[in-house]
C-alpha cells in the first residue's frame, strides 16, 4: 500500500538550492564565508525566501537569521528546525543550506495546507558554523546557548578585526552575548537534516539516518618556534627549522589519533590549517603557527590529546632545537542526541515506509549548542561516496525530498508527542 507522503513542492525545493549555491565566489566553488559581501547578499535573499514561506523573520544578537510561524498556543515553547548557509573555502553546495531550505519548505508547505502546529514553529539560520575567519566555528549557535566566551569575541581575523565588531557589522549586537539568548528549556525541540558526509547510509543503500549522538570537538593553535636563516648558507646541522618540527608534530598526531582510534572511541586528528614565515623558498622556517583538530565521542580523549602528543615530540623538538606551544581555540563536549527527537525521527521514517539506521556523527553541528536550550536530534541523508567539505559534494533531489518529508513528518511527531506530555 503506498504511503501518503507530505504535500511538499519538491521543484520549489531544489529550485531554492540551486539559487542559494549560485551565491559563490566564482573562480572558487563553492566558497560563500560568514562574514564575506557574499554572505550578506545571501542572507538577503535568504530572508525574503524565509517571508515567502509565512516566516516573520528577525535576526537576534548573535547573528543568526530566526523565522517563525506562529502555533495556536503563543504560551508554548518553539520546536525548531535549521542549520547554516556558510561554506568552508571550496566547499559543497549542501552542507548545511539544505537543513535551512528544507525548513522553508516545511513552514511554507505548512501554511500552504492550513496547517497550524500547537508549538510556534522556527527555521533558524545560525551564524558561521564552519571556522570562521577568527578561528571559531559554531559562532551563532554558540551566542544562542551562551557559550560564546570573551576570549572567542575578542578573536581576530586576519585583517585585525574582533569577532565581536564582526558580528555587530553583519546586525548582531555583542554586547548582548554575554548570558544566553536562550535559556534551559528554552526550545521545546530542536532537529537538524543535514548530509551524512560520510559513507555509511550510501554503502548500506539506506535512505535516512536517525543520528544518536555528535562527537566532540577540540582545536589547538600549536606554534612551533625556530629562527628564521638563509636557506643557502646555513649548514644542516644547525639550523633551527620551525617547518621540521610542524612536521614531526603533525606525523606524530597522525599515529596517536590512529592508535587511539577504536580502541574503544571514535578518534581522529587533523591539521587542517598551516602559517610559516618567512614563508620564502630562500628562508629557513622559523616560526609556524598550526591548527590542530581533535574530534571524538570521547570527552576525556580530548581532554588529554594535545597534551600527549606534546610530550611525545618534547624529544624531538628539543634536539632540533625548537621550542613549542599551544593555546585553545575552541572545545566542544561529545553530545548525545535525546530519544525524545530520536524516537519522533525514527516514527517519521517508518510512517513514511523508509529503511533508516542510527547512526553516530563524525562531524559538529549547531545542534550541539542547541542541547542547553532544549531536546535535541538530527536526520542524515546519503552523499555521493561520502563526499563533503569539496566541490565534488553531491545529493540528487530525490534524496533531499527524502530528507525533507522525514523532517516535516518529525516535526508533526514532535507537536504531537509534545502536546499531549
Keep these: 500500500m503506498p504511503h501518503a507522503f507530505p504535500p511538499l513542492n519538491a521543484e520549489r525545493l531544489w529550485a531554492r538550492v540551486e539559487t542559494l549555491s549560485r551565491f559563490t565566489l566564482p573562480d572558487v566553488p563553492w566558497t560563500r564565508r560568514a562574514f564575506s559581501p557574499l554572505f550578506d547578499e545571501a542572507r538577503v535573499w535568504l530572508r525574503s525566501e524565509f517571508e515567502a514561506a509565512g516566516l516573520a523573520t528577525r535576526l537576534d544578537a548573535g547573528g543568526n537569521l530566526i523565522g517563525t510561524l506562529a502555533g495556536r498556543d503563543p504560551a508554548r515553547k518553539p520546536i525548531a528546525t535549521g542549520s547554516h548557509c556558510d561554506t568552508v573555502m571550496a566547499g559543497g553546495r549542501f552542507d548545511g543550506i539544505i537543513g535551512v531550505l528544507a525548513g522553508i519548505e516545511v513552514a511554507h508547505t505548512l501554511r500552504e495546507q492550513g496547517v497550524q502546529l500547537e508549538h510556534p514553529f522556527e527555521v533558524i539560520d545560525f551564524l558561521s558554523e564552519e571556522p570562521s575567519d577568527y578561528g571559531i566555528s559554531c559562532v551563532g549557535s554558540r551566542a544562542l546557548c551562551g557559550q560564546l566566551t570573551p576570549d572567542m569575541l575578542a578573536a581576530r581575523n586576519p585583517e585585525g578585526e574582533t569577532l565581536a565588531a564582526g558580528i555587530a557589522r553583519i546586525g548582531g549586537d555583542p554586547s548582548a552575548l554575554g548570558a544566553p539568548l536562550r535559556g534551559p528549556d528554552g526550545t521545546a525541540a530542536f532537529v537538524e537534516l543535514h548530509i551524512e558526509q560520510g559513507p555509511v547510509l550510501e554503502s548500506r543503500g539506506l535512505p535516512i539516518g536517525v543520528v544518536t549522538n555528535i562527537v566532540g570537538i577540540r582545536r589547538v593553535l600549536i606554534t612551533v618556534e625556530g629562527q628564521p636563516d638563509h636557506a643557502g648558507t646555513t649548514p644542516m646541522d644547525i639550523r633551527r627549522d620551525a617547518l621540521v618540527g610542524a612536521a614531526r608534530i603533525i606525523d606524530a598526531a597522525h599515529r596517536q589519533a590512529s592508535a587511539a582510534s577504536g580502541n574503544p572511541h571514535y578518534v581522529v586528528a587533523t591539521v587542517g590549517r598551516l602559517s610559516m614565515t618567512p614563508n620564502a623558498a630562500n628562508a629557513v622556517p622559523g616560526r609556524v603557527e598550526l591548527t590542530l583538530e581533535m574530534r571524538s565521542d570521547s570527552n576525556a580523549v580530548l581532554d588529554a590529546f594535545p597534551e600527549t602528543l606534546m610530550a611525545g615530540v618534547a624529544t624531538d623538538l628539543t634536539a632540533l632545537r625548537l621550542s613549542a606551544s599551544f593555546t585553545q581555540l575552541s572545545r566542544a563536549r561529545p553530545t548525545d542526541c535525546t530519544p525524545l527527537v530520536m524516537d519522533a525521527v525514527q516514527a517519521a521514517a517508518d510512517q513514511l515506509g523508509y529503511a533508516s539506521m542510527r547512526l553516530p556523527s563524525g562531524a559538529g553541528h ?33 534524496q533531499l525530498l527524502d530528507g525533507t518529508r522525514v523532517l516535516y513528518q518529525s516535526v508533526l511527531e514532535l507537536d504531537r508527542k509534545l502536546r499531549a506530555a
Design 366 to 398: 549547531d545542534a550541539v549548542y542547541m542541547a542547553p536550550t532544549g531536546p535535541i536530534g538530527m536526520i542524515f541523508i546519503p552523499c555521493l561516496n561520502g563526499r563533503s567539505h569539496c566541490p565534488e559534494e553531491w545529493i540528487e533531489p530525490a
